[in-house]
């Protein structure tokens, strides 16, 4: 999704694409990528416009250095990362110690979300913007969130007892699957908040969370 989203709007030609990745191989392997399908679909890329980062959600401090690296102002963010542990009962930690699921998916993307937010604000598009991709399986109604246990945050209380030590959000027992469920959750609550507090400062940028439907033929579905 993020590499569709990233050649669609490089071969827009009206901007320049930062490919935010987690490490700078990668976020190199992404372009060459980009600027083959180009070359294949007859379209234009200029390489310069088409930068290469490195910007680890797993890593708070890897996350300020490219808040701090990448050029400004941002006319839109797209936060696309996401890991998912369905079936492991391992509880894997990010480099600052969260749950990595709702490290990754959340809070690395909260944290640049909001230190972005003075570039995006100095954007002169009439509505800079924020896209977060969450997942249907936030709602415990739909098909893919009434499997297992649906998302819910509960009280906070596993956050409020263990700190950034907590396995699960609300508190229970850790699941591989209901964490990454939760997560999603979290990305629209994250959404319709920073939505609500931008309006009501009067700013110009606009947030908006979708659900890409099943996607199977990614990296997120190797466990």
Not at 36 to 54: H, L, M, S, W, Y
């Amino acid at each position: 999704i993020g590499l569709d989203a990233a050649y669609k709007l490089a071969t827009m030609g009206t901007s320049v694409v930062a490919l935010a990745c987690r490490t700078l191989d990668k976020a190199e392997r992404a372009k060459r990528e980009i600027l083959q399908r180009a070359a294949d679909e007859g379209k234009t890329i200029d390489p310069n416009d088409v930068e290469c980062f490195e910007c680890d959600l797993a890593s708070l401090a890897s996350v300020r250095k490219f808040a701090r690296d990448v050029g400004g102002p941002v006319d839109a963010l797209a936060l696309n990362a996401g890991v998912e542990y369905s079936g492991d009962p391992t509880v894997h930690r990010t480099e600052d110690g969260f749950e990595e699921t709702i490290g990754v998916n959340h809070l690395g993307h909260f944290l640049l979300a909001n230190l972005l937010l003075p570039k995006l604000e100095a954007s002169s598009a009439a509505h800079p913007r924020i896209v977060v991709t969450s997942s249907e399986v936030h709602d415990p109604s739909s098909p893919g969130g009434s499997v297992g246990k649906g998302a819910t945050l509960g009280d906070l209380s596993g956050m409020e007892r263990a700190g950034k030590s907590f396995e699960m959000i609300s508190g229970e027992e850790f699941d591989a699957d209901k964490a990454y469920k939760d997560s999603k959750l979290c990305n629209m609550l994250f959404a319709y908040e920073l939505e609500r507090r931008l309006e009501a400062a009067g700013s110009k940028i606009t947030v908006n969370s979708f659900g890409p439907g099943l996607i199977t033929r990614t990296g997120l579905f190797r466990h």
